[in-house]
């Protein structure tokens, strides 16, 4: 496929049912701004910042593991993005696809970048938890987040091609999507690589991530994923991210190495124990380590709190688990008020355990 340049929007290309030129945009633009809910506001301020004289544009990190900070890229590289995943997933001119994440953050202005330079027909809706509600539209291109694709489940039939990013996607919601009979991806990106750089099939539970085109991966000595894509201005990127790599363009997702559990000398990843967890578990919970005069670091389920949450029936399901190992199982649940997350909905794990809990259960 012939990349355009930045500049270029595609003359297929609608919003909410509408055509515009540059012109037009920057009208829609302005009235986002001035009229418009927060998430029109936040997508106006980036159209404006899209369509002005600059071959930069600054991206704003989501913050997940420290503080939030500006990044400058070539608006070239974000049409290159937008390409490749047009590439991988046959997205097609003239294919509807449905708009309904944060524009705040690179998934959402991503999905807007994508339609005007693949000429999509694109459907802007507030980022809510069921994008569907009232919504009897079908749509070839869906992004969602793991808690609007759950709350979607009975309106999979709409949907020909569904990815799911931006935070930990469970097994049980794998296994559900699975009998929509969508097909679904899960994606695998931030804001440094242009959101998505990977995806794996939900088909197949155990599938490996796969690289979208122009983009290698490779390991550094810690063992934690490294992303080249000179298409995308990514040199190197070197995540926190341990893997299994397959080769320079597929690998498996460990865990994040600056979470991990230090228990009795053995080293565990939070990220695996909860993938294993979500196939009984389907509450707001996390894995975490809290310090323990014995282990070090004991392993801890962290719940949020909820008037209908049964303690009781949680044990007896944790110890019915045969698929965790000994020295994975939780030594004790904590519930907590509440979990400290960034802007786009990740849960800042350790932040998070420095809230006074509202009582505690040693198992």
């Known amino acids: 496929m012939q990349i355009p340049h930045y500049t270029k929007i595609h003359n297929r290309f609608l919003l909410n049912g509408f055509s515009y030129d540059r012109d037009g945009l920057k009208m829609v633009a302005n009235s986002f701004i001035k009229e418009g809910d927060k998430y029109e506001q936040y997508l106006g301020d980036f159209l404006l910042d899209w369509l002005d004289s600059s071959e930069t544009i600054n991206l704003t990190t989501s913050g997940t593991t420290g503080a939030s900070k500006l990044i400058c890229f070539k608006k070239q590289a974000l049409v290159n993005s937008a390409i490749a995943t047009g590439e991988f997933f046959d997205v097609n001119v003239g294919d509807r696809a449905l708009h309904c994440l944060p524009s705040n953050f690179i ?200 008037p209908s949450l049964k303690l009781d029936k949680i044990v007896e399901k944790i110890r019915e688990f045969s698929k965790l190992e000994t020295y994975e199982i939780p030594k004790s649940i904590i519930i907590l008020p509440d979990f400290v997350e960034t802007e786009s909905g990740k849960i800042r794990r350790k932040q998070t355990l420095l809230i006074d809990p509202i009582s505690v259960l040693d198992l």
């Not at 202005?109 to 000429?119: E, V, Y």
């Not at 809706?125 to 539209?137: A, C, D, G, Q, T």
């Not at 020909?160 to 899960?186: D, H, P, R, W």
């Open 107 to 306: 998934a959402g202005k991503m999905m807007l970048i994508r339609a005007m330079i693949l000429g999509l027909e694109l459907d802007l809706i507030s980022p809510s938890r069921n994008p569907f509600h009232k919504n009897n539209k079908s749509y070839d291109f869906v992004a969602m987040t793991p808690m609007q694709a759950f709350n979607s489940l009975a309106n999979m039939s709409q949907v020909k091609v569904l990815i799911v990013g931006g935070a930990f996607v469970s097994k049980s919601l794998q296994k559900a999507l699975l009998k929509t009979n969508v097909n679904a991806y899960e994606t695998y990106g931030m804001t440094e690589t242009l959101s998505h750089i990977a995806v794996r099939t939900m088909k197949d539970p155990s599938s490996e991530f796969q690289c979208l085109p122009y983009v290698e991966v490779s390991q550094d000595d810690r063992g934690c994923l490294e992303v080249t894509s000179d298409l995308l201005q990514v040199d190197h990127y070197v995540t926190n991210d341990a893997i299994e790599l397959l080769g320079n363009r597929r690998f498996r997702l460990i865990g994040r190495i600056d979470e991990v559990i230090n228990s009795g000398g053995i080293k565990l990843h939070p990220q695996q124990i909860e993938r294993k967890l979500s196939q009984v578990l389907n509450m707001h919970f996390f894995i975490g380590g809290i310090v323990d005069e014995t282990l070090g670091e004991k392993v801890i389920l962290a719940l949020k709190y909820s």
